[in-house]
């Protein structure tokens, strides 16, 4: 069964950097799409990132281009979140979630937990 499980959260200063990692097992298909996803409390779920395919596709919303990176280790299973330059508006909890294609309007099948990410002085 498909599994994911999020880790690095924590509590970051205003213009830091934090590493967010998806731990991923299951899958019966080579390279699936994964995505970062965030809810801010009061807020809308809202579309991070994604990457997929053997060269590695990368996709970012508007809101985090050229500030977050998203990479993927598959010797380890590990699809990871580099975030860099954050401010208090990336507060949220993240999400790592799998589908069949890198999309906005998707809605992934499979999601991790979540865990919270603080930017805050």
């Known amino acids: 069964q498909v599994q994911l499980a999020e880790s690095g959260g924590g509590l970051v200063q205003p213009g830091g950097s934090l590493r967010l990692s998806c731990a991923t097992s299951?899958?019966?298909?080579?390279?699936?799409?994964i995505a970062w996803f965030r809810q801010a409390p009061e807020k809308e779920r809202e579309w991070v990132s994604c990457i997929r395919g053997a060269e590695r596709e990368q996709y970012y919303a508007d809101s985090v281009k050229g500030r977050f990176t998203i990479s993927r280790d598959d010797i380890k299973n590990i699809v990871a979140l580099q975030m860099n330059s954050l401010s208090p508006e990336d507060t949220a909890v993240y999400y790592c979630?799998?589908?069949?294609?890198?999309?906005?309007?998707?809605?992934?099948?499979?999601w991790g937990q979540g865990i919270q990410v603080t930017v805050s002085s």
């Open positions: 979630a799998a589908d069949m294609v890198c999309s906005e309007l998707s809605t992934p099948l499979y």
């Open positions: 299951g899958f019966t298909t080579e390279y699936p799409a």
